[in-house]
């Protein structure tokens, strides 16, 4: 049984996030690697884990673009994912998706019109067949790059808990 949490992060507050989910996950004894999705490549699926958890932060309503990226990194607050994102990401790996357990995340502001990384993420993942074991999930940051909201590390750790009775279905379903 293995969890493989792979995330994109701008100023780190989506990097905080995955690494708190991960920490739920290993509570659980779920053996866990977290990889920022510029070092995750295509073969990161090909090792088949039980549970895939994708992350990423919300920019213009869904995924980053090239352009948006520029646009983070031109703040100059330090940048966390310095290459391509989960958008270029899925390019590669959507055709080992089919049958994979997953589950989705994203930052985003508060707001009805804030739009979700995670819904994206998740409806090209599904669509390549993935399960999608828990609804997206989403995590408040204060504003572009000052942060997450107090308790959000609580929440991403206590869903990385939800999430490993999902790790542990998969590995015995696999068997
Ligand atoms: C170019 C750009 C566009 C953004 N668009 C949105 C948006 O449409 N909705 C939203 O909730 N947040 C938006 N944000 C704020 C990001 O969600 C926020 O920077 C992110 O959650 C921080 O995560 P990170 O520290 O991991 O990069 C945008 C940020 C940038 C840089």
């Given at each position: 049984?293995?969890?493989?949490?792979?995330?994109?992060?701008?100023?780190?507050?989506?990097?905080?996030?995955?690494?708190?989910?991960?920490?739920?996950?290993?509570?659980?004894?779920?053996?866990?690697?977290?990889?920022?999705?510029?070092?995750?490549?295509?073969?990161?699926?090909?090792?088949?884990?039980?549970?895939?958890?994708?992350?990423?932060?919300?920019?213009?309503?869904?995924?980053?673009?090239?352009?948006?990226?520029?646009?983070?990194?031109?703040?100059?607050?330090?940048?966390?994912?310095?290459?391509?994102?989960?958008?270029?990401?899925?390019?590669?790996?959507v055709?080992?998706a089919s049958g994979q357990?997953?589950?989705?995340?994203?930052?985003?502001?508060?707001?009805?019109?804030?739009?979700?990384?995670?819904?994206?993420?998740?409806?090209?993942l599904t669509r390549a067949g993935a399960e999608?074991?828990?609804?997206?999930?989403?995590?408040?940051?204060?504003?572009?790059?000052?942060?997450?909201?107090?308790?959000?590390?609580?929440?991403?750790?206590?869903?990385?808990?939800?999430?490993?009775?999902?790790?542990?279905?998969?590995?015995?379903?696999?068997?």
């Open positions: 049984m293995t969890a493989l949490v792979v995330f994109e992060s701008m100023y780190g507050s989506t990097a905080a996030i995955a690494e708190a989910v991960a920490s739920g996950l290993a509570d659980l004894r779920v053996p866990v690697t977290v990889c920022e999705v510029g070092l995750a490549g295509a073969p990161s699926l090909a090792l088949r884990p039980s549970l895939l958890v994708v992350g990423a932060p919300t920019h213009q309503r869904g995924l980053s673009t090239a352009r948006t990226r520029d646009v983070a990194r031109a703040d100059g607050t330090g940048t966390v994912s310095r290459g391509d994102g989960v958008r270029e990401w899925l390019d590669q790996v055709g080992l357990a997953t589950a989705v995340f994203d930052t985003a502001v508060a707001g009805r019109l804030a739009g979700s990384a995670a819904h994206t993420i998740g409806k090209r999608l074991v828990v609804p997206p999930e989403s995590f408040t940051v204060t504003g572009r790059s000052s942060g997450l909201r107090p308790d959000e590390l609580e929440k991403a750790r206590s869903w990385g808990r939800s999430l490993a009775l999902f790790a542990v279905a998969a590995a015995s379903g696999a068997r």
